[in-house]
């Protein structure tokens, strides 16, 4: 595997060269999830991008791109990462609601803030990134700049930055196919993924999330972000059609979706439980569309869940762990957002806090080779886990 980030290309063929020397052996038995002990032997190449950079920052505003700078400064900078390169930017805008929660502005609780976008665009800009593309599934039929417009951001100020574009990645969008990307080793569930475009044409891939936790997968950070960019004329429930702006609900289940049929579905898939296909779809998005830089916004936020749906709604409350967190691996920086998050162990099985309904895809993500979880061979730069921890219960 090479040194530095990884392209679409150079990765695929790692991906599978490592699968065939590292196959997953699936056991439900017993204590272990995979029985395999090279199934559980991550790159030494992985090891060493398993940098992850804490920094504080009490507050949106002004505080915000001081402490995101100072976080890809601890990484080692970004400038040979982004430089003379087209860098897409994965958003965390779950639908296009953007009604206040819990009493405040919905980038506080459970979706990208603006003030954490409009700082990542100028450092990227700074940094020589050559075009910056963001991109979300709205629930919307609308081009993705009129959604953000509705939740009050301001699109003008984006766009001064330089070479910004914007893409409703629910469907085609802007361009004329959708591009088939290979799970490498096979994947858990999915042997490929089709995708729009904005997803194959671009050399940086950038997950910008929020910290929360999740009903099915327990938290939601950088890697189950990209869930969201599988697009609803394909795999929701109105998929056929390229106005679908329905769910992915028969991702999740296919009971009452049985006749949509997911692009790239493994043949012998049996299960319907939504606990155990959507922890493994994630694995698969992130491995046919790997992340090169992953950044949590921990400034404020909420636990519970993922949003004002969840069942559990009235027991959400308003966090504010005051940190933004950045790894250029998204697995070891997801492991540490888990332990900021106040949970011990990011490797726990099922049943285990926060893990308690679904598998940890953080476990799957490091068997099948894509990063290292393992609080203890993480590079934990900035401020220390235990001095920002939360108990986000």
């Known amino acids: 595997m090479p040194h530095g980030p ?8 790692w991906g599978t060269t ?43 505003g002004p505080a915000v791109r001081p402490a995101l700078a100072k976080c890809f400064d ?25 009604t206040e929660y819990l009493g405040r502005p ?29 991109v979300e599934s709205t629930q919307s039929k609308s081009p993705l700049q009129s959604s953000l417009g509705f939740a009050h951001w301001d699109v003008k100020a984006l766009e001064a930055l330089g070479p910004v574009e914007f893409e409703n990645t629910r469907n085609l969008g802007s361009g004329e196919r959708y591009s088939h990307l290979k799970v490498p080793g096979d994947g858990y569930m999915f042997s490929a993924l089709d995708l729009n475009h904005a997803y194959e044409d671009t050399d ?13 997968t327990g938290v939601t950070l950088s890697m189950k972000n990209l869930f969201g960019i599988t697009p609803n004329a394909l795999y929701g429930s109105q998929a056929g059609s390229e106005d679908a702006t329905a769910g992915r609900d028969p991702i999740h ?36 569309r790997p992340i090169h830089l992953a950044i949590i916004d921990g400034i ?17 409350k308003f966090m504010s762990p005051g940190v933004l967190i950045a790894g250029l691996n998204p697995v070891s920086t997801d492991a540490v957002a888990t332990a900021v998050m106040g949970y011990a162990d990011p490797r726990a099985l099922k049943g285990t806090k926060p893990f308690l309904d679904g598998d940890n895809h953080l476990l799957l ?25 939360c108990n986000f219960g």
């Open 6 to 13: 990884l392209d679409r290309r150079n990765f695929l063929r």
């Open 300 to 316: 404020t936020t909420m636990n519970g869940g993922e949003g004002p749906w969840c069942r559990q709604a009235k027991e959400i």
């Open 253 to 288: 289940c296919p009971r009452g979706h049985e006749k949509v049929k997911l692009p790239g579905l493994k043949d012998g898939i049996t299960s319907i439980e939504p606990t155990w296909r959507v922890p493994r779809t994630v694995v698969d998005v992130c491995a046919a």
């Open 74 to 98: 601890l990484l080692g900078g970004i400038s040979a990462l982004v430089k003379n390169k087209t860098v897409t930017v994965k958003l965390n805008l779950t639908g296009t609601d953007f």
């Open 18 to 60: 490592l699968a065939a020397g590292a196959p997953l052996a699936l056991r439900w038995g017993g204590a272990k999830l995979f029985g395999s002990e090279a199934a559980q032997t991550v790159s030494r190449s992985l090891r060493a991008d398993a940098r992850v950079a804490i920094a504080r920052c009490a507050a949106y």
């Open 106 to 134: 919905v980038g506080e609780t459970f979706m990208t803030h603006y003030d954490t976008v409009l700082a990542l665009g100028a450092l990227l800009m700074e940094a020589g990134a050559k075009r910056v593309r963001f």
């Open 365 to 389: 993500a490091e068997q099948a080779g894509l990063g290292v979880a393992e609080l203890a061979k993480i590079d934990v730069r900035g401020e220390p886990i235990e001095k920002v921890k």
């Open 204 to 216: 940086v891939m950038v997950s910008l999330a929020k910290m929360k936790n999740h009903i099915t």
